[in-house]
């Protein structure tokens, strides 16, 4: 198993930054430390979409309303990965969740992932 807990959330002001945190832990991730890991979203009444991913090597893919102001990133020796959150926007107010997948990813769409934090609320005042 995986566990997967989330840090860094809170509230802030339109054009703020926030970094959130992922740690993962259990038996299965310390034997297989480097799954493809994502950030997703889902406020009030929308689907859960995907904000980032990063691959096992590093490579890296952002929802187009993240692009430019998101970076995700994972350090491999903490088993930890981020999410640095710049010009923030109201519209960026969600539960953020951490995910990783123990498998192939197609077209990071949710069922791919299935290992699964907890969230953590973003609040972007306006």
């Known amino acids: 198993q995986v566990q997967l807990v989330e840090s860094g959330g809170g509230l802030v002001q339109a054009g703020g930054s926030l970094r959130l945190s992922c740690a993962a832990s259990?038996?299965?991730?310390?034997?297989?430390?480097?799954?493809?890991m994502a950030w997703f979203r889902q406020a009030p009444g929308k689907e859960r979409e995907i904000v980032a991913h990063?691959?096992?090597?590093?490579?890296?893919y952002y929802n187009y309303s993240v692009k430019g102001r998101f970076t995700i990133s994972r350090d491999n020796n903490k088993n930890t990965v981020y999410l640095q959150m710049n010009s923030l926007k109201p519209e960026d107010t969600a539960i953020y969740y951490c995910?990783?997948?123990?498998?192939?990813?197609?077209?990071?769409?949710?069922?791919?992932?299935?290992?699964w934090g907890q969230g953590t609320q973003v609040t972007v005042s306006s």
């Open positions: 995910a990783a997948s123990s498998g192939a990813i197609y077209d990071y769409s949710r069922r791919e992932y299935n290992y």
């Open positions: 259990g038996r299965t991730f310390s034997t297989y430390p480097m799954y493809p």
């Open positions: 990063i691959s096992r090597n590093g490579n890296t």
